[in-house]
Nanobody, 120 residues
């Protein structure tokens, strides 16, 4: 069994910053890509940022220049530094890990989600 535990969400004023963390634990053989998705009320879940084990990154256009994804492979942990936050960044943020796990499973695991609210 694999668990992804997220932390760091909360309420912040526009222009503020937050840092999300997500730690994967359990029967993990290797994790290829880790990423952050978000889902706002009434909208579909969308990719925010992703990072491979080699450090290649991919960002949604709406967050480029404001968000930075990073990763500690030794700790199976991914981070999302969010700066210059806007009200439209308000959403539940989910961590995702794509890799190889115990019992031969290859695929995705998801975290439980952490709420980020940007409001004055």
């Amino acid at each position: 069994q694999v668990q992804l535990v997220e932390s760091g969400g909360g309420l912040v004023q526009p222009g503020g910053s937050l840092r999300l963390s997500c730690a994967a634990s359990g029967s993990i053989f290797s994790i290829n890509a880790m990423g952050w998705y978000r889902q706002a009320p009434g909208k579909q879940r969308e990719l925010v940022a992703a990072i491979t084990s080699g450090g290649s990154t991919n960002y949604a256009d709406s967050v480029k220049g404001r968000f930075t994804i990073s990763r500690d492979n030794a700790k199976n942990t991914v981070y999302l530094q969010m700066n210059s936050l806007k009200p439209e960044d308000t959403a539940v943020y989910y961590c995702n890990a794509d890799g190889k796990y115990g019992l031969g499973y290859e695929g995705d695991y998801w975290g439980q989600g952490t709420q980020v609210t940007v409001s004055s």
